[in-house]
């Protein structure tokens, strides 16, 4: 049971670089989401999904785009990446009922030169 | 403005010690409360809790919710080094949306 699985887990890019965070569960939960994580802050959501073809925004949105074309894929992107995106971000699951806990993905930290 | 505050913010024990961990929050449309022990990697799921005064237990952990007092506590009994870990509080919004809201954790560390 591989759960929420992320890659990379480790990534180093410079600024205005762009690239995809992957995120795949098995689950068949429909609600998946994107958050970040830094020092003093918690988790602060970025994204979120509540089924395919469906996704809307947290409370940092700003930089970042996603997309839902399957229940089991949910990918980040950053656009252009700046410094201040550097962090730690979770990939999570969930059913959408919020029966069940929410399933987290080991993390990508990633830094921004 | 939901919110969700957890206290202390940090916390030093010694080995044995029964430490107890604050989770209060103000949310409009409550649903359950979750808490989580994150260590190094992605933070791992310990008690939901839905229901008023029943207590829920795993080993040496257990955690009650008080919906009166908009609160729940998380109890460890003879801690252990392998106990030191962030512990997060979030409560999950019924509304539409479903969304969690997330305390700021209390950082937990256990000294031999």
């Known amino acids: 049971n591989a759960g929420v699985t992320q890659t990379p887990k480790f990534q180093v890019l410079k600024t205005g670089q762009s690239m995809t965070l992957q995120c795949a569960q098995d689950?068949?939960?429909?609600?998946m989401s994107w958050y970040r994580q830094d020092p003093g802050m918690g988790l602060r959501l970025i994204h979120y999904s509540v089924g395919a073809g469906i996704t809307d925004q947290g409370e940092v949105p700003n930089g970042y785009n996603v997309s839902r074309s399957t229940t089991e894929d949910f990918p980040l992107r950053l656009l252009s990446a700046a410094p201040s995106q550097t962090s730690v971000y979770f990939c999570a699951s969930r059913d959408t009922g919020g029966r069940q806990p929410q399933h987290f993905g080991d993390g990508t930290r990633l830094s921004i030169l | 403005e939901d919110k969700v505050v957890q206290s202390p913010l940090s916390l030093v024990v010694h080995e044995g010690d029964t430490v107890t961990l604050n989770c209060s929050y103000e949310?409009?449309?409550?649903?359950?409360l979750l808490w989580y022990k994150q260590e190094k990697k992605a933070p791992t799921f310990l008690f939901m809790l839905t229901s008023s005064g029943i207590e829920k237990k795993s080993g040496r952990l257990s955690s009650i919710l008080d919906k009166k007092e908009l609160s729940s506590i998380l109890n460890i009994t003879a801690t252990q080094t392998g106990d030191s870990a962030i512990y997060l509080c979030?409560?999950?919004?019924?509304?539409?949306?479903?969304?969690?809201?997330w305390g700021l954790g209390t950082s937990l560390a256990v000294n031999p």
């Open positions: 689950m068949n939960h429909e609600y």
């Open positions: 979030a409560v999950l919004w019924a509304g539409n949306n479903r969304k969690l809201i």
């Open positions: 949310v409009t449309n409550f649903r359950s």
